[in-house]
Structures are given as structure tokens and as C-alpha cells.
């Protein structure tokens, strides 16, 4: 296995992880995501990872496993959570957690490794 290929590995294991994280945290519904409080700080950080995780995937993963939304994913990264953080939409986040990730999380289960 190359060493990128092992570092997508890696990088998507961490994608997996926080995905599962945001699941567990977002488990007490939206009322709870609403008031401000931990689970949403602990929303807001696990899509941090994720999205981060995602960004340093190498370009040859993100080609060979384009059905996942990379552009999505780098955007939510750069205009709210890492960058504009005044500027996140609570709505989008909770949504791209209850309807997004579940999916992205699936596709993340089949990905295709480059050379190995």
C-alpha cells in the first residue's frame, strides 16, 4: 500500500469516527441542538473533524470515490465551521447531520483506495 493511500485510510477512518460521534451527540433530537449547549458545541466539533479529515483526503481518493460531495464538504468546512464561524447556519448544520452525513457515512463504508 503507498503512503497515500494509507493516509486516506487513516484520514477516512477519522471521517467514520466523527461521523459516528455526530450521531451519538446529535441523539438527543433538535430541541436539544437548539439550546445552545453542549450538543451542539459537540455537533459543531465532531463536524469540524469530519470536514477536516475530509479536506486532507489526497485528490486521487476524492476522484475515485466522487459520488462523495467533496465541494459540500469543503465548503461547510470554510464558510462556517473553521472560517465564518459567526456566519453558521444552525438550520443547515442540524439538517446536513440528521440527512447528509447518514449518506456520506455509507459511501464512506464502500470507499475505493488508490493503489492499494
Known amino acids: 500500500m503507498t503512503g497515500k493511500a494509507s493516509r486516506d485510510r487513516l484520514r477516512v477512518a477519522a471521517m467514520i469516527e466523527a461521523a459516528e460521534d455526530a450521531r451519538r451527540d ?3 433530537g433538535k430541541e436539544s441542538f437548539d439550546l445552545r449547549g ?8 465532531d463536524l469540524i473533524h469530519f470536514t477536516e479529515s475530509a479536506e486532507r483526503t489526497s485528490p486521487a481518493f476524492k476522484k475515485g470515490n466522487s459520488s462523495i460531495p467533496w465541494q459540500r464538504l469543503s465548503s461547510l468546512r470554510n464558510h462556517g465551521l473553521v472560517h465564518d464561524y459567526a456566519e453558521v447556519d444552525m438550520e443547515d448544520i442540524w439538517n446536513f447531520v440528521r440527512d447528509e452525513l447518514p449518506r456520506i457515512r455509507r459511501k464512506l463504508d464502500r470507499a475505493k483506495y488508490p493503489d492499494g
Open 38 to 45: 453542549m450538543a451542539q458545541r459537540a455537533i459543531l466539533l
Open 26 to 28: 446529535s441523539d438527543g
